[in-house]
């Protein structure tokens, strides 16, 4: 996964660094037996670590870290499959890790991801998360915005959100929608509330790669199978399905009887 995240944004000059860790100590274990013996990173060391990886200087793309505590012996290979090997565990120095017992309960812990944008001018991020309490995972995503204070539930509409993008000024925030069973593309401010404003209605819905923004903030891209349609969208409330009138329809960048990349202009542009 790491190595095709790679080759889909080197091109950008974004780097990709995937991280393997020995044994941390962390609130992991309290469901599991308590914490093994051993020599354990901190957590803090353990950031200390991941922030020297990503702080390389301009140009330098570091692509695997191996971090371990100091001391922890590393099993060597066997030359036959039934020869065992000398020495300690792989994750510590004295005992193997017991396997966890995994419940069907556990997948409710397993909260994915899908798409974060760094919010300019005030240090947080706005990402998507399927959960809705921060700790259970739910079936569809929802928007998070994560600062300095920790993080907040930052939409709670009905339907999936997800693919979040910021405009250059930190004021709104565009990202997928589901309406009807279709993704569309919406808006909403990210300061001082306010509703999330549905810009589009494509019959088949816009396409998953998500918004972006132009530089001006005036108008976003989105990709879509359809040609604009011509009726407004609705303002999706929190728990209901809206029923305010949108903004202005979107337009195409290419003509209709090719591939088209919709660009649609922000609420009353």
């Given at each position: 996964?790491?190595?095709n995240?790679?080759?889909?944004?080197?091109?950008?000059?974004?780097?990709?660094?995937l991280?393997?860790?020995?044994?941390?100590?962390?609130?992991?274990?309290?469901?599991?037996g308590?914490?093994?013996?051993?020599?354990?990173?901190?957590?803090?060391?353990?950031?200390?670590?991941v922030?020297?990886?990503?702080?390389?200087?301009?140009?330098?793309?570091?692509?695997?870290?191996?971090v371990?505590?100091?001391?922890?012996?590393?099993?060597?290979?066997p030359?036959?499959?039934?020869?065992?090997?000398?020495?300690?565990?792989?994750l510590?120095?004295?005992?193997p890790?017991?396997?966890?017992?995994?419940?069907?309960?556990?997948?409710?812990?397993?909260?994915?991801?899908?798409?974060?944008?760094?919010?300019?001018?005030?240090?947080?991020?706005?990402?998507?998360?399927?959960?809705?309490?921060?700790?259970?995972?739910?079936?569809?995503?929802?928007?998070?915005?994560?600062?300095?204070?920790?993080?907040?539930?930052?939409?709670?509409?009905?339907?999936?959100?997800?693919?979040?993008?910021?405009?250059?000024?930190?004021?709104?925030?565009?990202?997928?929608?589901?309406?009807?069973?279709n993704?569309q593309?919406?808006?909403?401010?990210?300061?001082?509330?306010?509703?999330?404003t549905?810009?589009?209605?494509?019959?088949?819905?816009?396409?998953?790669?998500?918004?972006?923004?132009s530089?001006?903030?005036q108008?976003?891209?989105?990709?879509?199978?359809?040609?604009?349609?011509?009726v407004?969208?609705?303002?999706?409330?929190?728990?209901?399905?809206?029923?305010q009138?949108?903004?202005?329809?979107?337009?195409?960048?290419?003509?209709?009887?090719?591939s088209?990349l919709?660009?649609?202009?922000r609420?009353?542009?």
């Amino acid at each position: 996964m790491a190595g095709n995240t790679r080759l889909m944004v080197t091109g950008d000059g974004i780097g990709v660094i995937l991280i393997a860790l020995g044994g941390v100590d962390t609130g992991f274990w309290d469901a599991h037996g308590g914490t093994p013996s051993g020599k354990l990173l901190t957590a803090d060391q353990l950031a200390e670590s991941v922030a020297r990886a990503i702080g390389q200087p301009s140009g330098v793309d570091v692509n695997t870290v191996i971090v371990r505590p100091a001391g922890q012996r590393v099993q060597s290979q066997p030359d036959t499959p039934n020869e065992q090997p000398e020495g300690d565990s792989p994750l510590t120095d004295q005992t193997p890790l017991p396997a966890p017992a995994y419940t069907p309960g556990d997948l409710d812990r397993f909260i994915d991801l899908l798409g974060a944008a760094l919010v300019p001018h005030a240090g947080s991020v706005l990402y998507a998360a399927t959960t809705r309490d921060g700790v259970t995972a739910c079936q569809d995503s929802m928007l998070w915005l994560a600062g300095g204070s920790g993080a907040r539930l930052f939409s709670d509409n009905e339907g999936a959100q997800s693919r979040p993008a910021v405009s250059a000024d930190g004021a709104r925030a565009a990202f997928l929608q589901a309406v009807g069973g279709n993704r569309q593309r919406g808006m909403r401010p990210l300061a001082g509330g306010g509703e999330t404003t549905v810009l589009t209605c494509f019959g088949r819905g816009t396409g998953p790669v998500g918004p972006q923004w132009s530089p001006d903030g005036q108008s976003i891209a989105i990709d879509a199978c359809d040609a604009p349609g011509t009726v407004p969208c609705p303002t999706v409330s929190p728990h209901r399905s809206g029923a305010q009138t949108g903004s202005a329809l979107p337009r195409t960048l290419a003509p209709t009887s090719s591939s088209c990349l919709p660009l649609a202009g922000r609420r009353g542009g």
